[in-house]
């Protein structure tokens, strides 16, 4: 759907009276085009506290981005042993000590604070960035890597909570299309951080941000993987792929080099087809509710060698007030949006037709974090897609498959085209991006977490919402 005030605030006039009467500008955001680099293009910063051990992985991983130029900031009197550092991972990097006042920009700001081990140590992350937060380019990427609080105990786990509240505010500070992430990493699981390094670097990330990721220790090498067709030789199955963000998850699966069987209801089979056709996949068209699915689903994921990636798009609204709620609207959206994922998830898994290697994403929902009126049904269900991930990441872990969860916010799509206009202007503008998403921006999120890089990550949320005001 368009976005009316988007474009007309970016026009020549608007802009001149959007700015005069103060009303925020919703900047187009930088997309990654087929053609272009899809990782960050630009000066990046990069620092770190003192004893922080993520650094070689975020040189390594930089190294990798041909437009990328690095300068090194010594803020904690240690740039010159940074230097050497990038030095040895083969990355040219400038020594760069800012100031407020200088006139450097940058595309990337990293700060590696592993190492903060008390909260007199958070002092690491005001003095590197308050010099620089203010010279970020449009669409900016700031990232910082923690350790991951639930292993640690005392005033580090204490200090490593913090940045969370840290990533958070300045997500809410920083405009123009930049985003923040934190990405927390186990001790060893450091090599891990590739994967969540190339996404949240990258334009494929324009609408994540304020979002928190943990990376555990796990085999993937980076070394010899090829990052521009992450999915080559995988097979993907994805429910409801037959319009809005399950056909943009099927067209970015294959485009990553997956091939893809997309799925739907038999009433929607011209689609289906026109978006199977499109990718060179495969359809199934099947009601994901129906007692033979799960059997269907694993017969057709054997049929064509075994199943790499599902993703549990298919999903429904159906929104009354509690008390104005017939049985059967919860029961559909109940069934639809979780329990027919249960039964799917352990048919695969039972059959062998998923195993090693295997990558489980399901669509949650802000709904799903914050609760919203005449969602009961859909809020729980949405909820409830968190606590599959919750409850199955360890027991699935074990089998070498992972499963994340995505939490879209607002996005543009016939779901949210349905919205009456003053609720749905509301729902669009109530973020740090002051617009709603687009279905690749879900797609690409997913694409994230069902490439084998993704392998360290498991038990994730991650929220596609332009850091909505509602929710956590
Ligand atoms: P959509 O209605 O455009 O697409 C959903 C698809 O699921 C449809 O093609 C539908 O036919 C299919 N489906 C429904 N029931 C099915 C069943 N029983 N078996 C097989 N397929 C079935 O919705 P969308 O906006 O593209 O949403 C996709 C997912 O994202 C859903 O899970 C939704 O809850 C979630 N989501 C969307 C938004 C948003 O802003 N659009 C926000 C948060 C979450």
């Not at 590739?194 to 980076?222: C, E, I, W």
């Not at 075994?306 to 709620?325: E, S, Y």
């Not at 617009?435 to 993704?454: K, L, M, R, Y």
Request: include cysteine; proline fraction near 4%; hydrophobic fraction near 45%.
């Amino acid at each position: 759907m368009n976005d009316t005030y988007q474009t007309i605030a970016n026009s020549s006039v608007g802009k001149a009276l959007f700015n005069a009467i103060n009303l925020p500008i919703p900047v187009i955001l930088e997309r990654w085009q087929p053609g272009q680099a899809s990782f960050i293009d630009g000066r990046v910063l990069v620092g770190a506290a003192e004893g922080g051990s993520a650094m070689d992985t975020i040189l390594a991983t930089l190294k990798t981005a041909s437009g990328a130029q690095l300068a090194v900031l010594a803020n904690n009197g240690n740039a010159s042993e940074l230097q050497k550092q990038a030095a040895a991972a083969g990355v040219n990097a400038d020594n760069y000590t800012a100031t407020r006042e200088d006139d450097a920009r940058f595309k990337g700001l990293v700060f590696d604070a592993t190492g903060i081990e008390n909260p007199d140590q958070l002092k690491a992350l005001w003095a590197f960035f308050h010099p620089v937060i203010k010279k970020l380019d449009k669409c900016a990427r700031v990232l910082v890597i923690g350790r991951t609080p639930e292993t640690l105990s005392g005033a580090a786990r204490v200090a490593q909570r913090g940045l969370e509240g840290f990533t958070r505010s300045v997500g809410k500070e920083i405009k123009r299309g930049a985003t923040v992430q934190l990405i927390y990493a186990e001790a060893g699981a450091e090599s891990q951080l590739a994967a969540p390094l190339q996404f949240f670097l990258s334009p494929k990330s324009a609408y994540v941000s304020g979002q928190v990721v943990r990376a555990r220790q796990a085999g993937f090498d980076a070394e010899s993987f090829d990052w521009q067709r992450p999915l080559a030789g995988k097979k993907a199955l994805v429910t409801g792929g037959s319009r809005g963000i399950g056909a943009a998850i099927a067209r970015v699966l294959a485009r990553d080099g997956a091939e893809v069987i997309v799925l739907d209801i038999p009433p929607m089979a011209e689609d289906l087809n026109k978006v199977a056709g499109e990718i060179g996949g495969h359809t199934l068209e099947l009601d994901i509710t129906s007692d033979e699915a799960p059997g269907v689903i694993a017969r057709t994921a054997k049929e064509h060698g075994g199943l790499d990636i599902l993703v549990h798009n298919a999903g429904v609204t159906r929104d009354k007030m509690l008390g104005n709620m017939p049985e059967n609207l919860w029961d559909m959206v109940l069934n639809i949006n979780i329990a027919s994922q249960l039964r799917i998830n352990e048919q695969l898994l039972a059959d062998g037709a998923m195993g090693e290697g295997g990558r489980i994403v399901s669509i949650s929902s802000i709904a799903g974090i914050a609760g919203n009126t005449g969602q009961t049904n859909y809020g729980c269900s949405k909820a409830a897609v968190i606590g599959m991930v919750d409850a199955y990441r360890e027991e699935y872990a074990d089998q070498g498959i992972t499963i994340n969860a995505v939490a879209p916010g607002f996005i543009e799509t016939q779901m949210t085209a349905a919205i009456p206009f003053t609720i749905r202007e509301a729902g669009r503008r109530m973020n740090a991006m002051n617009q709603g998403g687009q279905p690749v921006d879900v797609a690409e999120t997913i694409a994230f977490f069902a490439s084998p890089a993704a392998q360290g990550l498991t038990g994730n949320v991650v929220r596609v919402c332009g850091q909505m005001m509602l929710g956590a």
